[in-house]
């Protein structure tokens, strides 16, 4: 089954240094990827989506994720922590299920320390 | 810009009692979701309509749960009776087309349900 695995479930970082979220796919299939942020008691907020046109993908806020087939990875990048950047990430997958299904990876809380 | 709207924003009941949440998607969004997060978890598909047509409810406890979505529009899932395991937020959320692979998803706010 077609899933994703995200590596740690809080990261710690200071301002201003590099934000590096960890997530790794299984699939036998080429993924359809996405990264979603959620801030406290709010919905989730789409960051960027992977759609095979480009291996790197630029999203919202200065994030950006590089996909590499090799070694199944869609990790989760921002040269610059800022305080506002201290949230809970996800990544997800859609599978094809007749229509196009969601799978969540269980998340990682980012911390942001001053 | 539009938005999917969900209410109440947060429910307390006990155990044993019915409680129901409701969701507006956006303007022209064929397909809605509800989802069901537990904290510390991801979310988790309970039941996902297109249009007014159930196309995926195999991870909704249906001796319990219930969710319809009459006119294609706008959406209502109910739980009775709710037990203390029932505590999450829901979250909905819509999309243009589910067929897409790549097609977005935008939340709701969520309802934060506490059991007591």
């Known amino acids: 089954a077609q899933s994703v695995t995200q590596l740690g479930s809080h990261v710690s970082v200071s301002e201003g240094a590099l934000v590096l979220l960890r997530c790794n796919y299984s699939?036998?299939?080429?993924?359809?990827l996405f990264w979603y942020v959620q801030y406290p008691n709010q919905g989730l907020q789409l960051l960027l989506k992977y759609t095979s046109a480009a291996t790197l993908v630029k999203g919202i806020n200065g994030f950006e994720a590089e996909f590499k087939k090799s070694e199944t990875s869609f990790h989760l990048t921002k040269p610059s922590a800022h305080m506002s950047d201290a949230a809970e990430y996800f990544c997800a997958v859609r599978i094809n299920t007749g229509g196009f299904k969601t799978i969540f990876g269980a998340g990682t809380r980012l911390f942001v320390k001053a | 810009e539009a938005e999917v709207a969900q209410s109440p924003r947060y429910k307390i009941t006990e155990k044993s009692q019915a409680v129901a949440f409701w969701c507006d998607p956006i303007?022209?969004?064929?397909?809605l979701y509800w989802y069901r997060q537990i904290l510390g978890q991801g979310p988790e598909l309970l039941v996902q309509?297109?249009?007014?047509?159930?196309?995926?409810d195999s991870q909704l406890p249906k001796d319990r749960f219930s969710a319809e979505r009459l006119k294609g529009v706008d959406s209502t899932l109910k739980i009775q009776p709710a037990e203390l395991g029932d505590s999450a937020m829901y979250l909905c959320?819509?999309?243009?087309?589910?067929?897409?692979?790549?097609?977005?998803?935008?939340f709701g706010p969520g309802t934060r349900l506490t059991v007591l």
């Open positions: 959320a819509s999309s243009f087309f589910s067929g897409i692979a790549t097609d977005t998803q935008y």
């Open positions: 303007s022209g969004h064929a397909t």
């Open positions: 699939s036998s299939v080429p993924p359809y």
């Open positions: 309509f297109q249009d007014e047509s159930v196309v995926d």
